[in-house]
């Protein structure tokens, strides 16, 4: 792979990242009901899941998902359903992670941390969109020659990286505005507003067609 085809990747990849889709909408979410610190744990798990999506879309599986109605069919409503739920979820939700700083030691156990990086693997690995966008984008900027399983590594990892450095940028725009939240009704709203983003984008998600473009 060629530098300047790394770079056009790179801006790619910066817009893609930072374009606010359902893992920016959990980064913040998570931001406000558990703490900055503690969100990150969710884009981490929506990292591993980029990981794991890529490979799906090397393996081929990618080319499956848009000529077989029936597997995009499957995989769209189990996205769909999976947003509709974290947006039930976040709308029911009272938590405030900014109104008292002081933790009791049940909210770092071990189970929440893996629900969190669960909640950011699962929005990943159940949007068809991935799997057919690094299916489409990731053949242009391969070398012909040049052993795939390198080019594969530097690719995802490069969009890995630039995934979590937008959820940390937009999990510390919230933190900033920490003081907005310190009134249980700006609380009840942001839940609100939030969890019926995600249940749009749930919606959204079964207008999503087998091919792109």
């Not at 999976?82 to 709308?91: A, C, N, T």
């Not at 009272?94 to 002081?102: C, E, I, K, L, P």
């Not at 969190?116 to 991935?130: D, I, M, R």
Request: hydrophobic share 55%; charged share 10%; proline share 4%.
């Amino acid at each position: 792979m060629t530098w300047s085809n790394w770079l056009v990747f790179c801006g790619v990849s910066l817009f893609m990242a930072f374009t606010p889709g359902p893992a920016v909408l959990l980064a913040v979410s998570n931001s406000v009901s558990v703490g900055a610190r503690r969100a990150m744990w969710g884009s981490l798990g929506n990292a591993v899941g980029v990981f794991l999506v890529s490979a799906v879309a090397m393996a081929g599986l990618g080319v499956l998902l848009s000529t077989s109605a029936t597997a995009f069919m499957v995989l769209k409503l189990a996205g769909a359903a999976y947003l509709v739920y974290l947006g039930i979820r976040q709308w029911r939700s009272g938590t405030n992670a900014f109104a008292d700083t002081r933790r009791s030691p049940d909210e770092s156990a071990p189970p929440a941390t893996l629900r969190l990086f669960g909640h950011g693997l699962t929005v990943a690995l159940t949007n068809p969109k991935s799997i057919l966008f690094f299916s489409a984008l990731f053949p242009q900027f391969l070398t012909q020659g040049a052993p795939v399983a390198e080019q594969f590594f530097v690719l995802t990892a490069t969009f890995a990286v630039f995934t979590v450095l937008s959820h940390a940028f937009y999990v510390l725009l919230a933190r900033g505005m920490k003081h907005s939240f310190s009134d249980r009704r700006r609380v009840r709203l942001f839940n609100r507003v939030s969890g019926t983003a995600f249940v749009l984008l749930g919606l959204g998600m079964l207008r999503l067609r087998n091919r792109l473009g």
